[in-house]
């Protein structure tokens, strides 16, 4: 018997920002501490498979530096000088600041600030139900998902698409902007079974060659933001040599014959200009997923973070409606499963007392709204008291000047509720401690594969961290809402409204069966009964301006960004930051393989596994500004500067330099991070973050 098998094993699932959403094994060494994490085998998209930092989630749960009281503000904001408080003094301070900031400027002076930082439905979406009840400024969560999900219904018309597990049946997998092996490890499960048992090829289109890339057996490096132009190029070869598939055109497609038209001019010569890939390797490109029916594109989020990513994402899914991919078991376009679940969570977010008069902010313009521009605030009062879950804005929200600018104002109250001493808890006036995901009940869903998974409370916390859903709590009852619908309810019981409305179960069933599988059937997930529009055809000609999502902005903040300059058809449009004469090169802020956003950058072996902040840039360039490997190098735009050290790196094009990871800011030589560079403005047309798409110019120091 292997030392695994003697261990206690506990069930739950990763519950960070993440479409894996693996279904977990958990060694459970006393009531008290974990041992390793690994994949669960039974589950069939997980297959018994898990990154290495959530491998060594120990790490985090058992970290030194967790917070583990009650901290209050005792000097000037972000100078770190703290005195312990009692949960009950620490949660009253709260909410008597609240109370006189709603006293001075109305209810929607306060907002509740949340994203991802743990995707459990009960832990991270309670919050809404403070929100509602107490008429605070309302959230458009819009960071993540927004560019990537518009592009997609723009065509497809519904969030969902052929079942990931397929990868494993295809003859050719497509890995389009998303760098898998350190973002979402399970393609690569499936994408390299298909290889091993079917003889398929992998292609991986990004930006670099990434960890991805290098298990490619064709690897397309083009620059940041011209993804758009290489499919409509691919598009142009598959109908200028036959390889359309006229038929399904014709039954499935909304106008194949004005987007024929359209893609005439749209050549792999027009597209090499634009993308620095070859002729030759657009026309490789296109001949293999021409030839090859059973090809299944995978197409990620990293791709559509520029100006342009809606677009680019309907392009890149327009490919397979041109070869009628979607006919086939392993074939056909997926970007996200999110639209299969449909659970209904208004108890736990309390829908019912939301007003529809209240303003909504725009949570990725955290830092324009708490410095007053007018445009950010749509009109309401300042953001005077803000309560923070599940989120780090002081280190991973774009424009980090003016974010920082904006935490510092005296006449701002915040709380944080946060596991770890992050850059956005330095700038706090009360800091609470958390629990983690193994610590409380909640409950996952899984957008890139297609489980509801149960994350039950496996061992105790240490004495300090509570739940988000006790602090929600609790505030409402300090709040005078606490007797509203929603409020008094236990985890298990609100988890059990929201299986018991969906028709699967409870918490008690759902912790005997680990998760359910939702994937619909063949013909739902691959159109085959028709896309998600009302002529069920999918739309080349996408309705920029009426499409709905299901990250649409509510209709009180109107469209976002040059919506006139969206294209009639699939297209490359410069709606991105061009590179010019003052900002030579173009940085994109890439995910790190050891880090998830900011989580994992307080852990050793993550920390060790990273070294430090670098920027990957092609020697040539470096040579030209007399740059050393190594070496420092000041990098600025518009928004402002910051230095990291040199690493050649000649898997990039020209004029393309790569940072990748978030950083603490603290680990940056002046105290700035990387989103000092990225820009705040909501892209066209339901808005995002644009994370990817900066200008900056160099200078070797």
Not at 95 to 116: L, Q
Request: charged content about 25%; overall charge neutral.
């Amino acid at each position: 018997m292997n030392q695994h098998a003697k261990l206690r094993i506990g069930h739950s699932a990763c519950p960070h920002d993440c479409p894996s959403t693996c279904a977990l094994e958990v060694e459970l060494l006393d009531d008290n501490r974990i041992g390793r994490v690994h994949g669960a085998k039974a589950n069939s998209y997980t297959a018994g498979v898990v990154c290495a930092k959530v491998a060594r989630y120990a790490d985090r749960v058992h970290h030194p530096d967790r917070l583990l009281k009650p901290l209050v503000r005792a000097g000037a904001k972000g100078e770190g000088t703290w005195k312990e408080a009692s949960w009950e003094a620490a949660l009253d301070l709260v909410a008597e600041k609240f109370i006189a900031a709603e006293a001075k400027y109305g209810s929607e002076t306060v907002w509740p600030y949340f994203y991802a930082g743990t995707m459990g439905l009960v832990q991270r979406d309670g919050i809404e139900r403070l929100r509602h009840a107490k008429k605070y400024s309302g959230f458009f969560g819009s960071i993540c998902t927004n560019l990537a999900w518009t592009g997609w219904m723009m065509g497809a018309g519904a969030l969902r698409g052929p079942d990931p597990r397929e990868m494993a049946k295809s003859d050719c997998v497509v890995i389009w902007g998303t760098n898998a092996v350190v973002t979402q490890v399970n393609v690569m499960t499936h994408a390299t079974r298909a290889r091993k048992e079917r003889g398929a090829r992998i292609v991986v289109i990004d930006i670099y060659d990434n960890a991805t890339m290098k298990q490619a057996d064709l690897g397309l490096v083009l620059k940041p933001g011209t993804d758009g132009a290489l499919a409509c190029a691919v598009m142009h070869v598959l109908f200028r040599d036959g390889m359309a598939d006229r038929a399904y055109l014709e039954k499935y497609t909304d106008d194949p014959r004005g987007l024929e038209e359209h893609l005439r001019a749209r050549t792999p010569e027009w597209a090499a200009a634009i993308t620095g890939l070859s002729v030759a390797e657009i026309e490789t490109f296109a001949r293999l997923v021409g030839t090859t029916k059973k090809t299944y594109f995978r197409l990620g989020y990293g791709f559509a973070r520029q100006r342009n990513g809606s677009v680019n994402m309907h392009a890149a899914a327009s490919i397979a409606a041109v070869t009628g991919a979607w006919q086939y078991e392993g074939g056909g376009a997926f970007h996200s499963n999110s639209g299969i679940f449909k659970l209904n969570q208004d108890v736990l977010e309390g829908t019912a007392m939301r007003d529809p008069n209240i303003r909504y902010l725009d949570h990725s313009r955290i830092g324009p709204v708490l410095t007053g521009a007018a445009d950010a605030l749509y009109g309401g009062p300042p953001v005077t008291a803000m309560l923070i879950q599940n989120t780090n804005p002081a280190n991973v929200a774009p424009e980090q000047r003016l974010v920082r600018k904006g935490f510092l104002r005296d006449d701002l109250f915040t709380c944080v509720h946060e596991q770890f001493m992050t850059d956005t808890a330095k700038l706090a006036d009360v800091v609470l401690p958390a629990t983690m995901f193994l610590e409380h009940d909640d409950i996952y869903k899984g957008g890139g594969n297609q489980h509801i998974t149960l994350g039950p409370k496996l061992i105790e916390p240490p004495e300090g961290p509570r739940t988000n859903h006790y602090v929600n709590e609790e505030l409402g009852k300090r709040l005078g809402v606490g007797d509203r619908p929603g409020f008094g309810l236990t985890e298990r019981e609100h988890i059990d409204i929201i299986l018991g409305k969906r028709g699967i179960g409870s918490f008690d069933s759902l912790k005997a069966e680990k998760w359910v599988d939702l994937q619909p059937d063949f013909d739902d997930a691959h159109f085959i009964n028709g896309f998600g529009h009302a002529d069920k055809k999918f739309h080349f000609r996408p309705n920029w301006t009426g499409q709905s999502a299901p990250n649409r902005p509510p209709k009180s903040m109107g469209l976002f960004g040059p919506v006139e300059r969206l294209p009639e058809f699939p297209d490359h449009v410069e709606l991105i930051e061009v590179a010019d004469e003052e900002h030579p090169f173009r940085l994109a802020t890439s995910p790190a393989r050891n880090f998830l956003n900011s989580s994992f950058a307080e852990t050793p072996v993550s920390k060790a596994k990273e070294g430090r902040p670098e920027l990957l840039i092609h020697r040539e360039d470096a040579a030209a500004l007399g740059i050393e490997d190594g070496g420092r190098v000041e990098v600025g735009n518009r928004r402002g500067d910051l230095v990291l050290h040199a690493r050649y790196f000649d898997g990039v094009k020209r004029g393309v330099v790569i940072a990748e990871g978030i950083w603490p800011n603290s680990a940056h030589e002046r105290g700035e991070g990387i989103n000092v560079l990225t820009g705040a403005d909501a892209p066209a047309p339901y808005g995002g973050a644009a994370v990817h798409d900066n200008k900056v110019w160099l200078r070797a120091l």
